[in-house]
């Protein structure tokens, strides 16, 4: 029951933002200025909801819009992003490296459900670690301290990254009993990450998503190694 603010970054201007109720939620509305073609375009954007029960479903590109319909290879109607690279969730696989051109992007392969739109990450950093008075040597604030594991209490996610540093990042491989064709299901639960050491005094933890998919951290449970 922890209500934060946090930063969003986006490839635009924040102009304004206004939050409206709508079917049972708060719908939070922008108007952003964007850089199209060398021309300033303003847009009125509203954050999509985050109700979804499949990676199909997730709606996670910045400006983007949605298809869904008979197979094909080429999605259009992206004028609004007219030569901008952006990426596509293509029913639930990752495509990226798309550019617009001609207001549409051409798929490697056909979709029948696909979000497409501006890239962003997401990105979690813990505090220093502070772990009260230790028996037999007392605080360890000061002390150089590495995380040898994480356990990540996560909810309907997928694509996340671990380390000690944006430098150093450790992906946690979720393919399991999907088909080969299939695209990799969201996971609820706790998963167990090997991550790459690092010795610091802070001893902080970085977990990354960079792809449109959904990450949802409950909790995190480090297993914490302290020096001398």
Request: proline residues 5%; aromatic residues 6%; hydrophobic residues 40%.
């Amino acid at each position: 029951e922890v209500w934060a603010w946090t930063h969003h970054e986006k490839d635009g201007l924040v102009e304004d933002v206004m939050a409206v109720p709508e079917s049972g939620e708060d719908a939070v509305y922008l108007i952003v200025k964007r850089v199209i073609k060398g021309q300033d375009k303003r847009y009125i954007e509203r954050l999509h909801s985050r109700a979804f029960e499949v990676a199909e479903d997730a709606f996670f590109v910045d400006c983007g819009l949605s298809y869904e319909g008979a197979p094909t290879g080429v999605v259009r109607g992206l004028h609004h992003l007219e030569g901008k690279s952006v990426v596509a969730l293509s029913n639930g696989d990752v495509v990226r490296g798309l550019t617009v051109t001609n207001g549409a992007v051409t798929l490697p392969n056909p979709t029948t459900k696909l979000h497409v739109g501006l890239p962003y990450s997401a990105l979690i950093k813990t505090l220093d670690l502070d772990l009260g008075a230790v028996r037999g040597i007392g605080s360890v604030q000061g002390r150089p301290k590495t995380i040898a594991a994480m356990t990540l209490r996560i909810k309907d996610s997928r694509g996340l990254f671990v380390g000690p540093s944006e430098t150093k990042m450790t992906e946690y491989k979720q393919r399991s009993t999907e088909a080969w064709n299939e695209a990799i299901r969201l996971y609820t639960g706790d998963i167990e990450i090997t991550v790459t050491p690092d010795w610091t005094k802070g001893g902080t933890m970085v977990v990354r998503q960079d792809d449109p998919l959904p990450m949802t951290i409950l909790g995190i449970m480090p297993d914490i190694l302290v020096g001398a």
